[in-house]
């Protein structure tokens, strides 16, 4: 008998440009195999899909290999950060200490 299907989406964007692509799979894929059936690196050369983190609907997902998908979920695939979130914060306050010092 046949495993039942689901309907997820992979979804991964830069700047300017960006893709939503939905596929049938059988029940039991992981968010990374979701990945990896997509193609979405055809439309993105230079991904890495192999080792992009990966989350759904905004929350990014320890091990990707492990998390089951259901029925209507979407994987989202992270970009990697270009600047460290807590140094940029840090150098924002140094331009308000700075800007209030004169």
Do not use: C, W
């Not at 300017?16 to 193609?39: C, H, I, W, Y």
């Not at 997902?61 to 840090?90: F, H, T």
Request: charge should be positive.
């Amino acid at each position: 008998m046949d495993k039942p299907m689901i309907m997820v989406e992979v979804v991964y964007a830069l700047p300017d440009k960006q893709r939503l692509l939905r596929l049938n799979l059988p029940a039991g894929t992981n968010m990374r195999e979701a990945v990896l059936r997509s193609g979405i690196q055809q439309h993105f050369p230079g991904l890495d899909v192999q080792q992009a983190p990966l989350g759904i609907f905004g929350k990014a997902v320890a091990k990707p290999e492990e998390r089951v998908l259901e029925e209507g979920e979407r994987v989202e695939i992270y970009r990697p950060l270009l600047a460290d979130p807590k140094e940029v914060r840090k150098q924002r306050a140094a331009k308000v200490a700075q800007a209030k010092a004169e």
